[in-house]
């Protein structure tokens, strides 16, 4: 039978004292009887004996002892600031990018950072930092419940049509298109609809509001992007949509020597680059409502003359570079986070001419004015929604929009 607690304790006093002064050849025998004596695991027990200078029952508690605090409220401000101006994205995509946004803003006026030792701080700061110093701030727009949809996983696979060329992910110019319906939850009659079109190498997303689903209007809008492309376009992979899947288009792709390719039908997430940038440019930008009316397209196609830049230029990526399984756990591994317009510099396939247009427009380019002219815009367009006479829209989703909205539009005031 073994001993009860107060018998324990007993020896454990009696012990402690021999283990303290007993040289280190005999700790392990005195540990092996105290073992045996209690049947304690030798871990524990051997936690017991060493801590010699518990605090006992009923003494006061020492104090917690306070570290010096290294990011201070300014710092704390600066940060917050610098997360609203690059549309609230997530420490990874942020913590690569502060130190180039931090001198953009100072150019333009926008962030003035007086002591270097702040400046410093923030653009030191780690990905696990930025989220630790921005979670009362991205708590302000957690919602309850869950959306029905999400945006696509990454996972590549196409269907050629058409093929004069291989399709390379690596090299500017294969290009992922889909269309963005503004229903508000009620597919009846006609609504705007937005063409977003996204480069697979560099993320380069380009998007363009058009009346309807109408083959025609489609096929204008792609064109008009194709024009503001900062590289040649090579290829389009599209879904199965007759929008995209017609006989005017493949003609088209057939005379430009166009690489042309479609998904597998009901696989939504073979065009995953353009699935994710439906919503994260999209639907961030102007939400789940119904636009119907020409003023409303107007808006739009308004909207995207300042969101295509903003996104191109000041909006971090990822992407994903390795995935491995083993058994259950599957493991992600990313690069590092940079901008399309970055991603665009670094590819060898591009002209130095077509580089320095960039570079020329991104130093003219301030983020500031363009998300005040983002915000600016959301605010008309509230007006010219629809209310559906059926309402099937995604819940929460326009709630948070609204919110993200408001608190933007006071942050940048």
Not at 148 to 155: I, S
Not at 344 to 353: A, M, T, Y
Request: net charge positive; charged share 35%.
């Amino acid at each position: 039978m073994g001993l009860r607690m107060r018998e324990k304790k007993v020896v454990t006093e009696a012990t402690k004292k021999r283990y303290k002064k007993a040289p280190k050849s005999e700790k392990g025998r005195i540990l092996d009887e105290f073992v045996q004596l209690t049947g304690y695991t030798r871990c524990y027990a051997s936690y017991v004996l060493r801590n010699l200078h518990r605090r006992r029952q009923g003494a006061p508690r020492k104090g917690r002892r306070e570290r010096e605090r290294i990011y201070t409220d300014e710092v704390c401000s600066a940060l917050t600031r610098i997360w609203y101006i690059c549309d609230c994205i997530c420490g990874k995509r942020l913590a690569p990018y502060l130190e180039e946004i931090v001198s953009v803003l100072e150019r333009h006026g926008e962030l003035l950072l007086v002591e270097e030792e702040v400046r410093a701080k923030v653009v030191r700061m780690s990905a696990a930092t930025v989220d630790r110093m921005l979670r009362k701030e991205k708590a302000k727009f957690n919602l309850k419940g869950k959306a029905r949809t999400k945006p696509g996983t990454l996972l590549k696979s196409q269907v050629p049509i058409r093929t004069f060329a291989e399709w390379d992910e690596k090299r500017p110019g294969f290009v992922e298109v889909d269309l963005v319906g503004h229903d508000g939850g009620d597919t009846r009659g006609d609504y705007a609809q937005t063409l977003d079109v996204t480069d697979v190498c560099t993320g380069w997303t380009e998007t363009q509001a058009v009346k309807n689903k109408a083959q025609v209007w489609v096929f204008e809008a792609l064109k008009e992007i194709r024009n503001r492309l900062p590289f040649p376009l090579l290829g389009i992979d599209s879904d199965n949509g007759s929008e995209f899947i017609n006989h005017h288009l493949v003609r088209y792709c057939e005379r430009e020597k166009l690489t042309f390719t479609k998904t597998r039908s009901y696989r939504k997430n073979d065009n995953c680059y353009v699935e994710q940038k439906n919503y994260s440019v999209v639907r961030r930008n102007v939400g789940y409502a119904r636009y119907e009316t020409e003023r409303a397209l107007k808006i739009l196609n308004t909207l995207y003359a300042s969101s295509n830049p903003y996104t191109n230029f000041f909006q971090p990526v990822m992407k994903l570079i390795e995935k491995t399984r083993s058994g259950s756990r599957v493991k992600k591994r990313h690069d590092r986070a940079r901008t399309p317009y970055q991603r665009v510099l670094e590819s060898p396939c591009i002209s130095e001419e077509e580089k320095e247009v960039l570079r020329e427009l991104y130093l003219q380019l301030n983020p500031v004015a363009l998300k005040r002219e983002i915000t600016r815009l959301q605010g008309k367009l509230m007006g010219e929604e629809v209310r559906p006479t059926r309402s099937r829209s995604q819940p929460g989703r326009g709630h948070r929009t609204d919110l993200v909205y408001n608190v933007t539009k006071r942050v940048l005031r």
